[in-house]
């Protein structure tokens, strides 16, 4: 697997199809790295809605806003947050139709702070995707012992009250979970 990137390794546009985004939602991805996720679903809800990429790193935001302006993609806003703290999206509540956690819980101090902050800014009937590596040995990603068990993170959103949707097929290595906002 060397030389693969996580983007062909993820199959982001593959995956982005699960979230059933329709033109002018309004979505956050949270943890947005270098906008795998934040990219195809700008193509996805169009000129009408809106991305709003979370990261705690100023650098990949700044990787974000590269490929959006070179792709022509007006609608993606970068936002430098730390979601370990209350309210740390700096989202308005109950505003988006979809949260996207992807690849961050094993690295998360208060994992189930970034569920409650999901819960938070998602409306009435939003929808939580969560991505995350499985327990699948691999040359890549992290750490056995840090990967977050597919359980654990199902027991984190229900637990702040989101429902599963359903579960999708997110990879090799990776599982899918589709929750939403009663």
Do not use: C
Not at 32 to 37: D, M, Q, R, V
Request: aromatic share 10%.
């Amino acid at each position: 697997m060397a030389g693969t990137s996580i983007s062909a390794f993820l199959e982001p546009e593959r995956i982005v199809r699960y979230f059933d985004l329709k033109p002018g939602d309004h979505v956050a991805d949270f943890g947005a790295g270098h906008g795998f996720f934040t990219i195809p679903m700008a193509r996805a809800v169009g000129g009408d809605g809106k991305v709003y990429a979370v990261d705690v790193q100023k650098s990949v935001l700044d990787i974000i806003r590269a490929r959006a302006k070179l792709e022509n993609l007006l609608n993606i806003e970068p936002i430098w947050a730390d979601l370990d703290e209350p309210r740390g999206s700096k989202l308005k509540d109950k505003f988006l139709d979809l949260v996207v956690i992807a690849n961050i819980l094993f690295q998360a101090e208060k994992k189930d702070a970034i569920f409650r902050e999901a819960h938070r800014i998602l409306r009435e009937g939003g929808r939580l995707a969560v991505v995350e590596w499985d327990e699948t040995p691999t040359p890549m990603g992290p750490p056995l012992t840090l990967r977050v068990k597919k359980d654990a993170a199902k027991s984190w959103a229900v637990g702040v009250g989101f429902e599963l949707e359903k579960e999708f097929e997110a990879g090799s290595h990776h599982y899918g979970l589709l929750f939403h906002k009663p």
